[in-house]
């Protein structure tokens, strides 16, 4: 399913010329050999881009280089194609210059235009021992030796726009096609099996050099004494077309989102770009998405409307494919490939924004929680455990607008509970798992944006008894200087985790706890010592007897929810004085 959506994305993406037909593709190249008749090097052209770094230029495709010596067509590396030694391995060099040398005039043995000739004498004449004394080479030899690929150039322009040259290029391909024919599992043709796999670049965590989707190493991993590609029989145009396709999603970064250690990519089923921008924007929750243009358009097409964005109508009924990678050693690991509406992942995700509103502290200026900041909220701190199982099952939880996975409620609580640290993200966190998943309407009452002074939810109740308490400390330690710094430790540090689980065990102490910091607040603040005193006897006045002994994963989420939005009120009523 996934190859045939790419193999069909790529048939549209060489008709609008963003890749290059079968047999061509796009790499990154550093710099351009320009050749004078004879074969002599007369300049080394920089194509680099304004940042210094490599251009992708349209050359003929090569396989998959393994730790084989596999030369390539008019451009490669300087190893291959100018016996570079920068390993301290000169015999391989050699030997990876001779494959190139011969690979190219096996090629243009029947071309004769100027630029084949060049190319021949090129590689009759040059010798890579004197590489080093070469003046053209000498300035950027550090770099070549590094493996910055190289193409020929002829009079100014890429010997591999020669039309002659071309010709003998896809004449070569069509021999290479010989090789053992099968019914390919994505077209339905009988073509030529791919042994190996195209290697996929750009998805974070995995090797730069790229990874395979597909690829058979062990004879477990193999059956019917089928061997490598003929485990998962894919035709070699398929198989380049899926790989070109995609790899074509990964080289723009703008265009890609991370979460955890998954790679997400998408794209429209019509080819165009402009669908994938603004989801891949809504995701990432750039500063452009908010603008309010944006933000009409996106309502629109929430509700089914068409929009008209940047010269395109955006329409949302068009299919939109999204699909997310992790490494695995070697290979790549497909986390999920889902299909939907383009309009309905939108609605999706701002359903998903909608459950996610909770009264914000003063100094939060962007009160956007993309996917992957929650996630950093489940780490510890300098933590590099990835949580691929809660990452795959909460980004699909979002996309899908369906239940929340368990594991996020165990991870928030988890986190504050260790560092007792509840900001408004993990606070907003916790009120859309329970807005989402949970089967009691009364623990929804604590999912409010702001205080909920009407439920008498017990676990809410307690979380603002806590608060209140934790105030009644803070103020007393303080006397009569208001802007005196605040204590170092608080209840928060030592009783929240038991008032969180078991409140019975510290009701009683935290109460005894309080008369004694009252004593010295009534003498400091008398009336506000009286205005907390007050509020103290109203929430306890509400609270059941007996105190409950122990709290579920829910209703500690709902006690946190009661602590965070008392606490809120007070620094509001601060920010208002």
């Not at 991370?258 to 990519?265: I, M, N, P, Q, W």
């Not at 509400?542 to 946190?560: I, N, S």
């Amino acid at each position: 399913m996934i190859f045939y959506e790419l193999t069909r994305l790529y048939e549209k993406l060489v008709k609008q010329g963003k890749i290059g037909a079968p047999g061509w593709m796009d790499e990154k190249v550093s710099y351009g050999i320009l050749l004078g008749k004879d074969g002599e090097i007369r300049q080394l052209l920089s194509l680099k881009d304004e940042n210094g770094k490599p251009r992708k230029m349209r050359v003929p495709e090569h396989q998959t280089r393994t730790s084989g010596v596999l030369a390539f067509f008019l451009w490669d590396n300087a190893g291959y194609l100018l016996g570079t030694d920068g390993g301290g391995k000169p015999e391989k060099a050699m030997e990876r210059f001779a494959a190139s040398q011969k690979k190219h005039l096996e090629l243009l043995e029947e071309v004769h235009t100027e630029a084949a000739e060049a190319v021949k004498n090129f590689f009759g004449s040059w010798n890579p021992k004197c590489i080093s004394e070469h003046e053209v080479l000498k300035p950027e030899m550090e770099e070549l030796q590094k493996g910055a690929n190289l193409v020929f150039y002829y009079e100014g322009k890429p010997v591999a726009e020669n039309p002659e040259i071309r010709e003998a290029w896809e004449q070569y391909r069509n021999r290479e096609k010989d090789g053992e024919s099968g019914i390919c599992l994505v077209t339905g043709k009988r073509e030529p099996i791919a042994r190996l796999h195209p290697l996929i670049k750009g998805v974070w965590g995995a090797q730069s050099s790229g990874a395979s989707l597909v690829s058979f190493n062990a004879e477990a991993f193999c059956s019917y004494e089928m061997e490598n590609g003929g485990n998962a029989q894919t035709g070699e145009s398929a198989a380049r077309a899926y790989g070109a396709a995609l790899n074509y999603l990964l080289s723009d970064s703008q265009r890609v989102f991370r979460a955890g250690d998954v790679t997400v990519v998408g794209w429209a089923f019509e080819g165009n770009t402009v669908h994938q921008d603004i989801l891949m924007a809504y995701l990432n929750q750039e500063d452009s998405i908010r603008d309010a243009d944006v933000q009409a358009a996106l309502k629109k097409l929430c509700r089914g409307e068409k929009v008209e964005w940047k010269d395109q109508e955006l329409r949302p009924d068009h299919l939109f494919y999204i699909l997310g990678l992790s490494p695995n050693a070697a290979r790549l690991s497909v986390r999920f490939f889902l299909k939907d509406q383009f309009g309905r992942w939108l609605a999706n995700i701002r359903a998903h924004e909608k459950r996610l509103e909770i009264v914000l502290p003063a100094f939060v200026k962007k009160p956007y929680l993309p996917v992957w900041v929650i996630l950093d909220e489940m780490k510890a701190p300098g933590g590099k455990d990835k949580l691929p199982t809660l990452t795959t099952a909460f980004f699909q939880s979002v996309l899908m607008d369906s239940r929340y996975p368990e594991e996020l409620l165990f991870c928030t609580l988890r986190r504050i509970r260790a560092d007792h640290d509840l900001n408004w993200k993990r606070a907003a966190m916790l009120k859309a798992y329970l807005w989402k998943n949970s089967m009691s309407d009364k623990n929804k009452e604590g999912c409010s944006v702001g205080l909920n002074m009407e439920t008498n939810h017990q676990a809410y109740l307690l979380g603002r008894l806590f608060s209140l308490l934790e105030n009644v400390q803070v103020t007393a330690a303080k006397g009569k200087d208001s802007q005196k710094d605040p204590l170092n430790t608080t209840i928060k540090d030592r009783y929240l985790n038991s008032m969180c689980c078991t409140p019975v065990l510290a009701f009683a102490p935290l109460l005894k706890l309080k008369e004694s910091h009252m004593k010295k607040l009534k003498r400091d603040r008398p009336e506000l010592a009286d205005k907390l005193e007050m509020q103290i006897v109203e929430i306890i006045g509400r609270l059941e007897a007996p105190v409950p002994r122990q709290f579920g994963p829910e209703e500690q989420a709902v006690f946190m929810l009661g602590y965070y939005h008392q606490t809120q009120t007070r620094y509001e009523k601060k920010e208002e004085a």
